[in-house]
C-alpha cells in the first residue's frame, strides 16, 4: 500500500502550488483521504480532508480560503490547491488515508512519504 505525494517545491510568498498524492497497492475510493503537514520543530498537524465522494472537504482554519482540496475521477487521487501562500505554510506535507469514509481522523492509517514545500519571503 502506498500513497505517493508530489509537487512539493520552493516558491515565492503570494504564489500557488498544487500537490498530488496518488494511492497505489489497494483502492482508496471508499475512504476519506487528506493532507497533513509539519514544520521543522513544529508538530504534525491537520491540513484538510475529503470524503470518499469528494462531496465534502473540511480545512484548518489556518488555510481555509487559501488552499482547496478535490478528488480526482479514480477517486485514488487527491490535489492540494494552495494559493496565497505564506512563509507559515512551510512544512513538509503528507498525504493520508483513513478507514472510515466520511471524516479523515487525526490519527489515519495510511500515510505518504511527505513532499517538502518551502515558502520565502
Known amino acids: 500500500v502506498q500513497l505517493q505525494a508530489s509537487g512539493g517545491g520552493l516558491v515565492q510568498a503570494g504564489d500557488s502550488l498544487r500537490l498530488s498524492c496518488v494511492a497505489s497497492g489497494r483502492s482508496f475510493t471508499s475512504n476519506a483521504m487528506g493532507w497533513f503537514r509539519q514544520a521543522p520543530g513544529k508538530e504534525r498537524e491537520f491540513v484538510a480532508g475529503?470524503?470518499?465522494?469528494?462531496?465534502?472537504?473540511n480545512y484548518a482554519e489556518s488555510v481555509k480560503d487559501r488552499f482547496t482540496l478535490s478528488r480526482g475521477s479514480s477517486r485514488n487521487t487527491v490535489y492540494l490547491q494552495m494559493s496565497s501562500l505564506k512563509p507559515e505554510d512551510t512544512a513538509v506535507y503528507y498525504c493520508?488515508?483513513?478507514?472510515?469514509?466520511?471524516?479523515?481522523?487525526?490519527?489515519?492509517?495510511?500515510w505518504g512519504q511527505g513532499t517538502l514545500v518551502t515558502v520565502s519571503s
Open positions: 475529503i470524503s470518499w465522494s469528494g462531496s465534502t472537504a
Open positions: 493520508a488515508a483513513d478507514r472510515g469514509g466520511v471524516v479523515l481522523t487525526t490519527r489515519p492509517p495510511y
